[in-house]
């Protein structure tokens, strides 16, 4: 049945990238995913943490905000550090960036990436993650281009969100579909289909097997269009 945007089951909403868009970054990318904007930047640091020090591998972190207005009321700036939400979105985009390397072997180097937030309409992580592996590749290949090291990046991430409303399995849920989902899931690939990370719930009810299979082949659709996007910007 057709959703509240018009969008069919399959379809993801429209998504834009714009790579460079931070002069400043070692890599950058704006990402539009419908009304979802996440300011996706990989800057490459001096050091690495005191565990990896000594090994000659560098490192990737990631940090996820949500700017006050993100949403349709203000929400107050996270001062005293991340909340549990938070911080649990900034594992998740770090494990997912951490896959798109090919191996550390870039010496005493950390990227670290930040996303953040500009305005919320849903999947604002999996957004984070697609648009933040275009930064990360950009990172890797200045390090390449300015600090003579072999370029380790190895594959594109794209992350998107799945769930079940209505009873109806979909692709790439906005807020309103989001908040009222029976199941909702997110779900990060490495090109061409390998699984990075699902995370997936039961918020209404429980689903079956083949649901489940029904909502991985959604993501795997979905993914397809977003290396595809990756691809057009990074001229691959």
């Known amino acids: 049945m057709p959703r509240g945007d018009g969008r069919a089951a399959d379809e993801l909403r429209p998504i834009r990238l714009e790579r460079g868009a931070n002069p400043y970054a070692e890599g950058s990318c704006l990402v539009h995913m419908g009304d979802t904007l996440v300011m996706c930047t990989a800057s490459v640091n001096d050091g690495v943490p005191p565990w990896r020090r000594g090994s000659g591998l560098g490192w990737l972190t990631a940090e996820y905000a949500m700017l ?19 911080a649990e979105i900034q594992r998740l985009i770090g494990r997912s960036l951490r896959a798109a390397i090919q191996d550390f072997e870039f010496g005493d180097l950390t990227v670290q990436v930040d996303c953040d937030v500009l305005q919320a309409d849903g999947g604002t992580r999996t957004a984070a993650i697609t648009g933040a592996a275009v930064a990360v590749a950009d990172a890797c290949a ?77 993501a795997t659709i979905g993914a397809g269009q977003l290396f595809a996007e990756q691809r057009r910007v990074l001229g691959l």
């Open 68 to 86: 006050p207005r993100a949403t349709t009321e203000r929400t107050a700036r996270e001062r005293r550090g991340p909340s549990g939400r938070t």
């Open 142 to 218: 200045w390090m390449e281009r300015e600090r003579g090291v072999a370029n380790r990046f190895g594959s594109l991430v794209a992350a998107v969100s799945v769930g079940i409303v209505d009873d109806e399995p979909r692709l790439d849920l906005c807020y309103r579909e989001d908040k009222v989902a029976q199941v909702d899931a997110n779900v990060v690939i490495a090109e061409p289909d390998r699984y990075v990370e699902v995370q997936g719930s039961a918020e209404g009810r429980t689903f079956s097997r083949d649901e489940f299979d029904r909502l991985l082949d959604l």
